[in-house]
């Protein structure tokens, strides 16, 4: 099942702060988080596993609540550069990365 | 390093007309393979997986099929193809017995079909 992601869509300027959050109705083994810009493939951020282990970006940071399933992405001092679709993407116990992503949250850094 | 090769860039095809994208990787061995489909704004869809040379597991019933035939290379493929079918065709791969691994996708394929 799909997992839900909140808010569809920010804007921010240049130097806030957002919160990205992702849901899932089932028990994940690991959360993964990718920006993609307007036609390009996703960038992978960050991985957050179940037990607590993170892997990914020094400036990007996230956490991962197992009993809640869900995952929050926190962008601090945003850049221009931090613009485009974040998409979470889950993984239950079994299947490794075969990973099943929400809708996306469009961010926007205006100057 | 390991790198992901996946073509045509774009494509428009008329409907009723074959599909056959092709993804190749490189610098690694028995990698997971995977080919996505992303709708205009929208999230990204798995349609098949496969772990091996041969092995191939749909997601979603569809018009499309996959094909691995080599050990790095993956495939898909439709007979004909409907206006449906149109999107960004994204191939990703992660490493074997990849758990809690990163997905790493190719440039994807706009295809348009007309």
């Known amino acids: 099942q799909q997992p839900v992601q909140s808010p569809q869509a920010v804007i921010l300027r240049e130097g806030e702060d957002a919160v990205i959050n992702c849901s899932s109705s089932k028990a994940l083994y690991s959360v993964h988080w990718y920006r993609q810009k307007h036609g390009e493939a996703p960038v992978f951020l960050m991985i957050l596993l179940k037990g607590g282990e993170q892997k990914g970006h020094e400036k990007i940071s996230a956490s991962f609540n197992e009993k809640k399933q869900q995952s929050s992405l926190y962008l601090t001092a945003s850049q221009l550069s931090y613009s485009g679709t974040y998409f979470c993407?889950?993984?239950?116990?079994?299947?490794?990365?075969?990973?099943?992503f929400g809708e996306g949250t469009q961010l926007t850094v205006n100057p | 390093s390991q790198t992901i090769h996946q073509w045509p860039a774009t494509l428009v095809q008329p409907v009723g007309s074959p599909l056959s994208l092709e993804c190749t990787v490189e610098g690694t061995s028995n990698p997971n393979l995977y080919w996505y489909r992303q709708a205009a704004g929208r999230g990204l869809q798995l349609l098949f997986y496969s772990v091996g040379i041969g092995q191939i597991s749909s997601e979603v019933p569809q018009n499309l099929s996959a094909s691995r035939p080599q050990d790095r290379q993956f495939i898909l493929s439709s007979k004909k193809l409907l206006l449906s079918d149109s999107g960004f065709y994204l191939c990703?791969?992660?490493?074997?017995?990849?758990?809690?691994?990163?997905?790493?996708f190719g440039q994807g394929t706009r295809l348009t079909v007309v």
């Open positions: 993407g889950t993984a239950p116990e079994t299947s490794g990365s075969r990973l099943t």
């Open positions: 990703a791969w992660s490493p074997v017995g990849g758990r809690g691994t990163e997905a790493f």
